[in-house]
Every structure is written in C-alpha cells, then in structure tokens.
C-alpha cells in the first residue's frame, strides 16, 4: 500500500524499509519486495549490504544487480515468483 498510495500517502522509501525488515528477518515476500524495489528504481540504497551488493550514490534509480540479489535470496527460500522474476531480468541482460 505504501508504495502504491492506496489508502494510504505513498511513500516508498517507507515500503522499502518495511520489505528490508521483512527480509533481515528471513521472509521470502520481504526480500522479493525488495528485490522489486530496487528494479523499479523506488529507493536509494539501505544499508551496508546493498553497498557490498554494488549500490553507490543516495538517489533512487534502478540497480538490477541489488534487484538480482534479493530476487536469488528469495528463490533460494522457495519463492517461486522471486526465481521467475530473476529469470526475466536475466534474459532482458540477454537480449541487451
């Protein structure tokens, strides 16, 4: 809801700390989240990890490695949307 705005004011800077949490505590949904927020380009870097996974700079854009990351933690946690969406971010790197 937070990063759509329904019902809510949109704020997705908000949603990403939210799914971060999620994800530092090992849920799937929290790191497929994430993972969707950093291929959207919806927020900035977030912590020491993002910057070892290739994050630089403060301002949101999309970061498809960050992106690849979290999709692949998800997947190895049995989210079987995270491995669909890391496969089509590898065969849109493919066709580039």
Partial sequence: MLLSGEGVAKNEAEASAWYAASAAQGFPA????LGGCYERGDVPPIGPQDAAAGATGSSPQPNLAL????????????????????ERLEAAHLRK
């Fill in 30 to 33: 929290g790191m497929l989240g």
């Fill in 67 to 86: 992106a690849s990351f979290w999709y692949e933690a998800a997947a190895v946690h049995g989210s079987q949307h995270a491995a669909e969406a890391l």
